[in-house]
């Protein structure tokens, strides 16, 4: 078209005006040991032409929980703003820079330029450091000692003033209690406070003052300051920006024989450390609008119509474990074909390699792979429950009948929840399309979120994705498996309240070593025995941080799985865990009874059904 023409030659005129200087490969580089941060030390209030004497700190203290750094700078005493009197009277001897909070919004780097590379390396975290204040508050607590004991000693001074005026000419009419003297009577203060709600106690633990005072709790860790030119320094500045080999490149190790100019390195087999990011996917990362949304065109933005608040670039520079948890923990789709699962993982990966990064964040269904509900359900145990036993009815066939949940009300929710219904209609709209018929005309799909239209009659629900035969038949040991272990959890995730009150505990999971099942109750049952009451999503995180390569995979369990893994000795009612057993033989049995009503009629009882159940079941 004319148009298409017109800027076509607009383009080519501007390419002209703004020739291309140079071309400069990018790379995301992640290459710091584990247990080492990349961190950004600012002093917003010292301008670049007065910095502080950073090369003579004489001491770094850091707390890693609360995200606090302090140095400590010697006194710059010829300096013309120095007052040798204040610092005297206050007891200055050091100068102490304390951090604040900076929140760091992702895609944050620091860039290197090194043999015509530009290397980029994620920040983790950013501390402005400004002069503490500290001095002060000493110096006003010592004057309050200061007043304090003057006032005593007048106090004593007119005290003895006063009894020497009445030895002169009177008497002591104090009678005197034993050899202790006279006695004082004390007034007590009661106080009576009721037991904190769940809501209370989580609003006390997010306060200020408790978060101040276990930052005060804290105890500083000492560290070594290490400065530009250092062995230590250098060798981590080479490390994030090293050249590497390629397979087939020259062997001279020479390093000082690289030469610095990208053209010569790539001919001698020569590569930055890192990951390349392609010139669409660096636009888009530093534009606001995609590169597709500028040119027009088709443009590199597969993942950002399925991501949300990721990025291709920030997929690009995780390892393969981490790039499929991301994938399914923020994806936009939850379901995805094992051949688009190939399409993000890293160049080189095998078939094997991915199927191991999945096991333990999805799960297969109708030979997609499926976020796990732990991942995707906010730490909402009940609809975690809702969206498995979705999950269950799917894997068994890709329609689901409108009945299949039964005709009459489900369960009243828990107060201030939504109700079941609404809940199953949410999942349904992540992982179904509704099958509709209509009068007089064909039947056909919807999207669950869309509704069932006047004229229109739902005859139920079929999974979102068709079934997956390619992978089934070239993986099918693994599909038996996924499918035995969806059925081995139906007893639990298809029961009615009443009916799982009775089930007894589901057992331990096939594929999990009974010692690590032993190590998993042996982190898990301390503390909800000290707590009483721990929510499911605590018990997984206390798997997820634990450290241990063989629980961490297991905190994405589904609730029936992860109840086996305890040994059965733990219940969760709506997500929240108890044990079943505290070994008390006067109360176990009224705690028994108490959980199975508790399982029956939801998390809220009345009074009376407690206590004429407790008559019956107890005698």
């Not at 110096?139 to 304090?148: F, N, P, R, S």
């Not at 001698?268 to 660096?282: C, E, T």
């Not at 520079?317 to 890293?346: D, K």
């Not at 080189?348 to 269904?365: K, N, R």
Request: aromatic share 4%.
């Amino acid at each position: 078209s004319v148009t298409g023409v017109s800027q076509m030659e607009r383009v080519e005129e501007e390419e002209e005006d703004n020739p291309v200087v140079q071309r400069i490969p990018v790379y995301f580089n992640r290459s710091l040991s584990d247990g080492q941060r990349l961190c950004v030390l600012q002093y917003p209030l010292r301008p670049a032409q007065r910095p502080y004497d950073i090369e003579n700190i004489e001491k770094v203290r850091y707390k890693p929980n609360a995200g606090k750094f302090e140095l400590e700078l010697p006194l710059d005493t010829h300096d013309q703003n120095f007052d040798g009197d204040s610092a005297a009277n206050l007891r200055i001897d050091r100068r102490m820079l304390t951090s604040t909070d900076t929140p760091v919004d992702d895609g944050y780097c620091i860039a290197v330029m090194r043999d015509g590379v530009l290397h980029l390396a994620p920040v983790d975290a950013v501390y402005q450091m400004r002069p503490s204040l500290a001095h002060l508050d000493v110096a006003d607590e010592h004057k309050k000692e200061q007043d304090k004991v003057s006032d005593a000693e007048y106090a004593k001074q007119q005290q003895q003033g006063h009894e020497e005026g009445e030895g002169e000419g009177g008497y002591d009419a104090t009678p005197a209690v034993g050899a202790g003297g006279p006695s004082k009577l004390m007034p007590l203060q009661v106080q009576v406070k009721r037991r904190e709600t769940e809501r209370q106690a989580e609003m006390r633990l997010h306060s200020h003052a408790h978060l101040k005072q276990l930052e005060e709790e804290e105890r500083w860790l000492e560290l070594e300051p290490v400065f530009k030119g250092e062995h230590m320094a250098q060798s981590i500045h080479d490390k994030m920006t090293a050249l590497g080999r390629r397979p087939g490149g020259d062997s001279d190790d020479d390093d000082d024989a690289l030469e610095s100019n990208a053209e010569t390195n790539a001919r001698r087999g020569v590569q930055p450390a890192g990951v390349p990011i392609p010139a669409g996917v660096y636009l888009d990362a530093l534009c606001p609008i995609t590169s597709q949304q500028l040119f027009g065109g088709a443009g590199d933005v597969g993942f950002r119509a399925e991501g949300a608040g990721l990025s291709k670039a920030q997929l690009d520079g995780l390892p393969l474990e981490l790039r499929v948890h991301a994938l399914f923990a923020r994806g936009q789709r939850t379901v995805l074909r094992f051949a688009r699962v190939m399409h993000f993982a890293p160049a080189g990966s095998t078939p094997e390699d991915v199927i191991a990064a999945l096991l333990p964040v999805a799960h297969l269904v109708q030979g997609c792979w499926v976020a796990a509900s732990a991942l995707r359900c906010g730490g909402d145990a009940r609809r975690e429950q809702a969206r498995d036993a979705i999950l269950l009815h799917f894997s068994r066939d890709s329609r689901m009948q409108s009945d299949v949940f039964g005709r009459g009300p489900p369960p009243a929710p828990p107060p201030g929840e939504h109700g079941l219904e609404k809940i199953r209609r949410e999942i349904l709209a992540e992982l179904a399309v509704v099958r509709v018929s209509s009068t007089g005309a064909r039947g056909g799909l919807k999207s669950a979120s869309a509704g069932v239209g006047a004229g229109e009659h739902s005859e139920g629900w079929s999974f979102i994705e068709a079934t997956d035969r390619e992978f089934i038949d070239a993986h099918p040991e693994l599909a038996r498996r996924e499918a035995e272990r969806w059925q081995s959890m139906a007893p639990w995730l298809e029961a009615d309240p009443a009916a799982a009150a009775a089930l007894r505990s589901p057992p331990l999971p096939d594929g999990i070593d009974p010692a690590v099942s032993v190590k998993a109750q042996t982190l898990v049952l301390p503390s909800i025995l000290s707590s009483g009451v721990v929510k499911l999503a605590a018990v997984r995180a206390l798997l997820e941080h634990s450290g241990d390569p063989k629980l961490a995979p297991l905190a994405l369990l589904r609730e029936p799985e992860m109840m086996g893994l305890l040994g059965g000795k733990v219940v969760s009612i709506d997500g929240a865990c108890a044990l079943h057993s505290i070994g008390d033989a006067a109360l176990d049995p009224f705690r028994g009874f108490l959980l199975k009503l508790l399982r029956t009629r939801g998390r809220t009882v009345r009074r009376t059904d407690v206590m004429e159940g407790a008559a019956a079941a107890l005698g």
